[in-house]
């Protein structure tokens, strides 16, 4: 097994594939590092570009890759014994404090990479964990089972709760994540929210952590470039997000 290194990217061989929903596929390599969940690697195709994706774990080094665009369309390309050349990890991940008992992870589309990872990081430390997983419709769930798998484990006092939700109804409550959430932050039942997924629905919870004064720990996206803070592409908000992020905080 390789160890992926930050410097230069290192070839690591894909050892198995698996079709997560119509565009979405789960790469897992023959190659490990040292990380904690929501950092990220940088994945290159040699002579064509390279993207930043975030650990679904890390020994083995497992990625989930949807395919919106040229890179990650070629990626979809690989096949098992194929080499996706790495680099990392980066970047600051989820750190949530000890005496938060019960803590709200809240997943939008691809989002919920660093969220299973985070989950069962979290299993054993926590009495309550409450995964909101989010996305337009049925076919764009991701992770589902995996998640309901971690529901029915019941690891040390830690119960897993999993509440879906998607904007057609198809299947769990139909409405987005926000939705899901406020009443638990209205009941006072949650102590922290985690969170990765599109733009909006992360400007909405940190609009829920301020007004609840529930700290909050956001992943956010940008355009990535070096993803060691030299070229400025990630800036968000005065973060350098490869540096400083992607995980940001919120203090209520
Ligand atoms: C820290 C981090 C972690 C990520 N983790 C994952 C992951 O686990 N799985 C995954 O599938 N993708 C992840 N991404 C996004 C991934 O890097 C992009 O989807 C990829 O770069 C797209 O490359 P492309 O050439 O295929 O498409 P592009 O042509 O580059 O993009 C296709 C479309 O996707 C949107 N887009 C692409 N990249 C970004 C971005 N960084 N911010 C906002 N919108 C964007 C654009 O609107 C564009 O129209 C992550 C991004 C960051 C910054
Ligand atoms: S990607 Fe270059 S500064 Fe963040």
New binding site residues.
Partial sequence: MIRIPKTLPAAAPITAIRQDNYR?KTFTFDARLDATPGQ?VMAWLPRF?E????LVSADPVA????A??????LMHELAVGDKLWLRGPF?HGFDAPADQRRIALVAGG?GV?PLLWLARHELGRRDEITVILGARSVQELLYADDLRALASERAGSTAVRLALATEDGSAGRRGLVTDVLQPLLDAGEVDGIYACGPHGMLVALEGLSRRYAIPGQLSW????RCGVGICGACEHDGAV?CLDG?VLSVTP
Avoid: N
């Avoid at 990625?63 to 949807?66: A, K, R, V």
């Fill in positions: 979405t990220f570009d993207k930043p994706f975030s990625l989930m890759i949807s919106v665009g040229p890179a990650t369309r970047g691809y990479a996206e940008a355009y990535m997000l992607p």
